[in-house]
């Protein structure tokens, strides 16, 4: 039989008028599309810039330093956001409290998407036993409501992680404590969606292909499944760095989180709502403060999911 | 249906147990229930003694457990502290139905959970009517009226909603309703409690003290919860059935609601079903700031004083709850969408 050319003619790159988009050029042109991912990239920035910025006019010990003649001081020249209960400055609180809250995020994330992408690696990766004992325990875990396991946990770690000097500054060992109870409470919904991409990802040829050259399980859990599912664990761990945020500053709210005299912006509003009329300055700039981060994160992330993971837009 | 419904039981006692154990071996170490009994007097050495062999606390934690999960009636206790063990033991476990005894209050815990869960209901599942029929309201407008202003609008106030710690918008709302309103001369709202000591706990008190909480709790949710049936609605909308009831003429309000909505509320009624079990436990941050005497404000205050039985007894009844609420959660799903077998 006598094969007919093909009508269609093959381009070569020279043809085209314009060169193709790399990946990360056309996900960068849809995120440029999102304004409120714009906005809060910006903002964002604003923040963090606030909180390491305002470390080159106020130093930590003024933050600390309390002068009790000088008590519940609403906004001045000298106090612009006014003073604590015992008489701190909160905006010098506010930034050395955001540099803990920002980090705490950060941190707390490193941690979460460490364990979520393990446990969600290996349960998909290999699946049988494995799979079914790591998922029994993520299932236990989601169980009980994040809130209650994390004051379980600040209640059993607490106390016993010491203080800390890390780059000539004192942090209460209560901050490592957060970082971990947060972490170790949030991996689970991570678990599930690595797992589910792994599921997947795992079928195809390439992996066989890897499989067939001898290639490690190691190696092709590490080197060839998990680049190929970065774009929601990259989603998820921005939204989740605004559920870190949240959870330190209600558990901080609470009192069992991080310990006076290092800032929050969680702590500066534990027993807030005792001053609520007589000195709202007292929780409304750390609250502000928390929820604009909040906020930007959010923003970030859903223009992440849309510039990354356009298919998995569920909003 | 009866298999698989017996199947997911059988599923959920293992997950059951890895809970148990894991909690329990965590409220071992969470402080020492006898070191604050004796309210401020330092407990004295001997007494001391005494207390811990009483309350058990002085068996290996594994003891601790099996007491806790199945009692100790086969047993003898030692508890006079002469060596021989010879008080037999009275507990029934919480697998035979006895949650155990407060350390803190030495009530029955089901008592204490009991007077609690009447208070966390009202406020809970009033705080979810007015989510869901708000999220209706809101997530259905917004589908329909896809990209126009105050769909943009509302998309914003949910992402701030959404982005809302609650505490803050329980201190802000307080701040408006109450001090701001009082100080305008406007009628203002309660801030504390469940009613007016002195009024009584009557319906209307409870009510007018139950506003400001669930303004608070509602927020977030409402937020989420309405994207959700945004989202929702719209793929119904896209898809050819709505087309074609459009096409015969059918009058746009039965497409909307009967057509669309019906099967658009499956996926929603999943949601809400998963969510119920969790409304048990109790909202802890609000009952915390509005001093709501809920299931929330129990397990904060017994965590606080390491009341293991309280707080076990709170929790497990949350995660039994769930599993329970799962099964049933899938249940009505299949009821409700019969193309769905689980056999």
Redesign the interface.
């Known amino acids: 039989m006598e094969t007919t050319a093909s009508q269609i003619p093959i381009l070569t790159l020279d043809d085209l008028e314009t060169p193709p988009l790399s990946l990360g050029q056309l996900a960068w042109r849809r995120f440029k599309r999102h304004k409120?991912a714009i906005i809060g990239l910006v903002v964002l920035v604003l923040l963090v810039m606030y909180a390491l910025g305002g470390t080159l006019f106020i130093s930590e010990k003024y933050a600390n330093f309390n002068d009790t003649s000088l008590r519940l001081q609403g906004p001045s020249a000298v106090h612009p956001f006014g003073t604590d209960s015992i008489g701190r400055d909160i905006l010098a609180r506010t930034i050395y409290g955001g540099q803990i809250s920002l980090m705490i995020g950060l941190t707390a994330v490193i941690v979460e998407t460490l364990l979520g992408i393990l446990v969600g690696a290996i349960a998909g990766y290999y699946g049988g036993v494995v799979d079914s004992v790591l998922m029994?325990?993520t299932?236990?875990m989601l169980?009980?409501?994040e809130?209650?396991l994390l004051?379980?946990?600040a209640?059993?770690f607490?106390g016993k992680i010491p203080e800390v000097d890390l780059l000539g500054r004192t942090f209460s060992g209560s901050v490592i404590v957060i970082v971990l109870i947060i972490g170790l409470t949030s991996w689970m919904y991570l678990a599930r969606i690595v797992r589910a991409q792994f599921l997947s990802l795992k079928e195809n040829e390439f992996v066989l292909a890897a499989r067939a050259t001898g290639t490690s399980n190691f190696e092709i859990i590490f080197r060839h499944i998990l680049p190929n599912s970065i774009a929601p664990i990259v989603v998820s761990a921005t939204l989740g760095v605004?559920n870190a945020i949240?959870s330190e500053?209600?558990i901080s709210?609470?009192g069992l989180g991080v310990q006076p005299p290092t800032a929050t912006w969680g702590n500066m509003?534990d027993g807030?709502?005792n001053y609520?009329?007589t000195a709202?300055w007292l929780?409304f700039f750390p609250?502000?403060l928390?929820?604009l981060t909040?906020?930007s994160i959010?923003?970030l992330g859903?223009g992440l999911r849309d510039a990354l993971d356009p298919r998995s837009r569920?909003? | 249906m009866a298999r698989y419904i017996i199947k997911r039981l059988i599923q959920g006692i293992p997950l059951l147990f890895i809970i148990s154990v894991v909690l329990f071996a965590l409220m071992m170490s969470v402080g020492d229930p006898v070191a604050t009994m004796g309210g401020r007097r330092v407990t004295r050495a001997d007494d001391y003694e005494r207390l811990k062999r009483q309350l058990g606390l002085d068996k290996p934690i594994y003891v601790q457990y099996i007491y806790w999960l199945a009692g100790n009636t086969w047993t003898k206790t030692d508890l006079n502290g002469d060596g021989v063990a010879e008080t037999p033991g009275t507990r029934l476990g919480i697998l035979r139905g006895d949650f155990g005894t407060s350390l803190v209050d030495r009530r029955p815990v089901m008592q204490v959970i009991a007077e609690r869960i009447p208070n966390t209901l009202i406020l809970m599942l009033s705080g979810e009517l007015i989510v869901i029929l708000g999220a209706l309201i809101v997530g259905v407008y917004s589908a329909l009226r896809q990209y126009s202003a105050l769909d943009h609008v509302l998309t914003a106030f949910s992402f701030i909603g959404y982005s809302m710690p609650i505490f803050f918008i329980a201190l802000i709302s307080m701040f408006v309703f109450s001090y701001l309103f009082k100080k305008w001369g406007l009628p203002y709202l309660p801030t504390v409690g469940m009613f007016d000591p002195q009024a009584g706990k009557t319906f209307v008190q409870v009510v007018y003290h139950m506003i400001l909480p669930v303004i608070s709790m509602s927020v977030v949710s409402l937020a989420s919860y309405s994207r959700y049936i945004r989202s929702t609605m719209l793929d119904v909308l896209n898809q050819d059935y709505i087309r074609t009831a459009r096409s015969k003429g059918l009058p746009r309000r039965e497409v909307i609601f009967v057509h669309a909505l019906k099967n658009a509320s499956l996926p929603i009624a999943t949601i809400v079903g998963l969510d119920l079990p969790f409304l048990l436990g109790g909202a802890v941050v609000t009952e915390r700031i509005f001093a709501w005497p809920g299931m929330g404000r129990l397990f904060l205050d017994h965590v606080n004083r390491a009341d293991t039985p309280v707080v076990m007894g709170s929790l497990m009844l949350v995660a039994v709850a769930v599993i329970v609420f799962q099964i049933l959660t899938d249940v009505v799903y299949a009821w409700l969408d019969p193309r769905i077998r689980y056999d």
């Open positions: 409120p029994r325990i299932e236990a169980n009980i409501p809130i209650f004051i379980v946990m209640k059993y607490g605004a949240l500053a209600y709210f609470l509003l807030a709502n609520l009329d709202p929780w609250g502000i928390i929820l909040v906020l959010n923003f859903d569920t909003v």
